[in-house]
């Protein structure tokens, strides 16, 4: 039996195309807590505790339930939770006007040599719709939606990562393109985007973020790093780093060729 062709590749967003978390959704909660009067803050140790939960609402809703001035009946806690993040949001697309957030090295123009290539993309992420259009905008410009045949984000599901619902419609979507799920590459930077990849039956790399430098690299097809430093990963197939690549050939980054490689690896 042949090796599948990769044919399409799945973004993840916070956290894989930029430290979104720690540089834009972290400052813009604290400042949407205080713009509303409630005294409490999150550091940066509390919000990685919370990135455990996947949605920024879920998040506060989660956390509301530790604040001892917090409403104590659960709609009144869901009404804040959802006036709150919507706030949040406000402000984080603000921010990234005046203060954009730089994509992750490597990512640009893996994004960009995948296009050129015919490979079909997609963002699958469970933030928020005018979240991913704001990072985006900064970096590809208005037209932005063009360089994605799927674009799903937190509206469009029912159930947030790890649940795969966001994957289990990507791969619905491009099954009717003639795409298969072994024709798909997942990127993630999480462990529950890792999880909910995984149970779509997808492939997926994981590359680190700063939130999840000691995530466990099982069950990816590879895992490392930023994507510069080819030296940081290692394929999912060994334990060896960057095991087939021949230094004396090869860039010293992860190009699309390299994605290539680790998909056709994983059916090997």
């Known amino acids: 039996m042949s090796t599948p062709a990769l044919r399409a590749i799945l973004w993840d967003v916070d956290g894989t195309l930029a430290e979104t978390e720690r540089d834009g959704h972290l400052p813009a909660f604290n400042l949407a807590f205080e713009s509303a009067g409630w005294p409490w803050r999150w550091d940066t140790a509390r919000y990685g505790e919370l990135l455990d939960i996947t949605g920024g609402r879920e998040r506060i809703l989660h956390d509301l339930m530790t604040q001892p001035m917090a409403p104590s009946a659960r709609a009144d806690r869901e009404a804040l939770a959802l006036r709150l993040h919507q706030q949040k949001n406000s402000i984080y697309a603000q921010r990234m006007k005046s203060h954009p957030i730089p994509l992750r090295p490597g990512i640009l123009e893996l994004?960009?040599?995948?296009?050129?290539?015919?490979i079909i993309q997609g963002i699958t992420t469970t933030t928020s719709r005018n979240n991913v259009e704001a990072l985006l905008i900064a970096h590809l410009g208005t037209q932005w939606p063009t360089w994605f045949e799927i674009i799903l984000c937190g509206e469009d599901v029912t159930a947030k990562k790890p649940d795969p619902e966001v994957y289990e419609q990507?791969?619905?979507?491009?099954?009717?393109?003639?795409?298969?799920?072994?024709?798909?590459?997942?990127?993630?930077?999480?462990?529950?985007?890792?999880?909910?990849?995984?149970?779509?039956?997808?492939?997926?790399i994981l590359t680190r973020s700063t939130y999840f430098l000691n995530a466990s690299g099982a069950?990816?097809?590879?895992?490392?790093?930023?994507?510069?430093?080819?030296?940081?990963?290692?394929?999912?197939?060994?334990?060896?780093?960057?095991?087939?690549?021949?230094?004396?050939?090869?860039?010293?980054?992860?190009?699309?060729?390299?994605?290539?490689?680790?998909?056709a690896a994983h059916w090997a």
């Open 111 to 118: 994004l960009t040599e995948s296009r050129d290539r015919q």
């Open 170 to 204: 990507a791969a619905a979507h491009l099954l009717k393109l003639g795409i298969t799920r072994d024709q798909i590459l997942a990127i993630e930077d999480s462990p529950n985007g890792v999880k909910a990849a995984c149970s779509a039956r997808l492939p997926v």
């Open 219 to 263: 069950g990816t097809c590879a895992h490392g790093g930023s994507f510069r430093e080819r030296s940081s990963w290692t394929s999912g197939r060994t334990t060896e780093k960057t095991t087939g690549f021949k230094p004396s050939t090869q860039p010293d980054h992860i190009d699309l060729d390299a994605l290539i490689q680790w998909h």
